[in-house]
């Protein structure tokens, strides 16, 4: 069946440096891609998506690129800040199908 | 627009007891209708999924059951609690087509004690 996996957490940065939190899939055809983000005591909240091969979803400065060639989602942002410090979610749902596949989150954590 | 609500946001009950957390949806029609599970230090797992009034789709064999009996209502039951069924509980909607994301409630917090 389809599925999603991330990178073990936690992750802990400084302000203002790189972020990377990779993400694979295994799916049928060509499955659409979503980053999550979870606040503490919160739902999930959309980060941001992408539906077809090489599309880059972005939002907040975040950004990820669809590679349908490394079956890869990777999340990256340029600066982060200490509001960014959440769970984040890497999911999929194939086509034709209703599931949300999720991956088992990646805490951030990051330190002015 | 589109407003997911979900209640309680915490619950405390005893092991043995009953559950019923519910999931209502305004501003759209015939959507898709989700339970998620979320344990601690765990992602989020797919209990039940609807996609139409009395329709419900099993993911997880276990003690829990769900329910929807209209358009944009979505329950969560269990006859007797356990102490495992503790966690995070997350309804979710969404439309038809594979190419949109499923939007969220606030979650419930669910202690078995």
């Known amino acids: 069946g389809d599925s999603v996996t991330q990178m073990e957490g936690p992750v802990t940065l400084s302000e203002e440096a790189f972020l990377t939190i990779n993400c694979t899939y295994t799916a049928t055809g060509y499955p659409s891609l979503f980053w999550y983000v979870q606040y503490p005591g919160e739902g999930l909240q959309l980060l941001l998506k992408a539906t077809k091969a090489d599309d880059k979803g972005s939002n907040k400065g975040f950004e990820a690129t669809y590679r349908k060639e490394t079956t890869s989602f990777h999340l990256e942002k340029g600066s982060v800040q200490v509001s960014d410090s959440a769970v984040y979610f890497c999911a999929l749902r194939g086509p034709g199908t209703y599931k949300y596949i999720f991956g088992t989150g990646t805490r951030l954590k990051v330190l002015a | 627009s589109q407003t997911i609500h979900q209640w309680p946001v915490t619950l405390v009950q005893p092991v043995g007891s009953p559950l019923s957390l519910e999931c209502t949806v305004e501003?759209?029609?015939?959507?898709?209708l989700y339970w998620y599970r979320q344990a601690a230090g765990r992602g989020l797992q797919l209990l039940f999924y609807s996609v139409g009034i009395g329709q419900i789709s099993s993911e997880v064999p276990q003690n829990l059951s769900a329910s929807r009996p209209q358009d944009r209502q979505f329950i969560l039951s269990s006859k007797k609690l356990l102490l495992s069924d503790s966690g995070f509980y997350l309804c979710?909607?969404?439309?038809?087509?594979?190419?949109?994301?499923?939007?969220f409630g606030q979650g419930t917090r669910l202690t078995v004690v």
């Open positions: 501003g759209t029609s015939n959507p898709n």
């Open positions: 979710a909607w969404s439309v038809w087509t594979a190419d949109t994301e499923a939007f």
